[in-house]
């Protein structure tokens, strides 16, 4: 390791990497910095930077839900539901990076780390083993629910203090995908004959 110079200065030109380095945070969780160009009050940043990070939490949690039953789903649906739980996987990972970089840019700093993800999820926590289809989509479409409800309440508080981008992007960019998600995946809660259709009426009357 590089040796301090009596000034304190350790930024001596050097081909060693200066690994293992620890530092204070700039930053602490829950704080905003000054972004005064934005023409947002910092008490409404600081609200909104809070009330995402709990959408934040709560989308990372789904975004795995849909990994982890992308994994273990099983039986005769397999393959679709293996391919519609990866896409919405993918598009949950754009929600969350739209989430985290709109708390950055309103200045407070966006949750990341799984741990931390855990401890502030509203969504409850799955076993660790396999379960059935009907109880992975059940299981995804609470998940939603627990979204939708809390990007409505988001976006109109948002509207409320001012912040029209943070309104805009929680109805667009999560609201909406979200209400579709939810669509495409109760519709396979839907109890419907795979072979046989069920006999009309007037015949069985007969
Ligand atoms: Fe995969």
């Not at 609201?175 to 004959?193: A, D, G, I, T």
């Amino acid at each position: 390791m590089a040796k301090r110079s009596a000034s304190g200065n350790h930024n001596s030109l050097s081909a060693e990497p200066h690994v293992h380095q620890r530092g204070r945070e700039i930053q602490r969780y829950g704080t905003i910095t000054h972004a005064f160009h934005l023409e947002l009050e910092e008490p409404v940043r600081l609200e909104m930077t809070e009330q995402l990070n709990q959408l934040l939490a709560d989308s990372m949690t789904l975004r795995d839900l849909y990994k982890k039953s992308h994994w273990q789903v099983a039986g005769p649906t397999f393959y679709q539901l293996h391919l519609l739980f990866d896409k919405h996987f993918d598009e949950q990972v754009e929600i969350v990076d739209a989430i985290a970089e709109r708390i950055q840019l309103l200045g407070g700093l966006a949750i990341a780390m799984a741990p931390d993800v855990a401890e502030t999820t509203q969504i409850e926590r799955p076993p660790r083993g396999r379960e059935e289809v009907p109880v992975q989509i059940s299981r995804l479409l609470d998940a939603h629910q627990i979204i939708i409800r809390d990007c409505r309440k988001v976006a109109d508080r948002a509207a409320k203090l001012g912040d029209q981008g943070t309104n805009d992007l929680i109805v667009s960019e999560v609201l909406r995908p979200n209400e579709l998600q939810s669509w495409f995946v109760s519709e396979h809660l839907v109890n419907m004959p795979l072979v046989h259709a069920t006999e009309e009426v007037s015949k069985a009357a007969d």
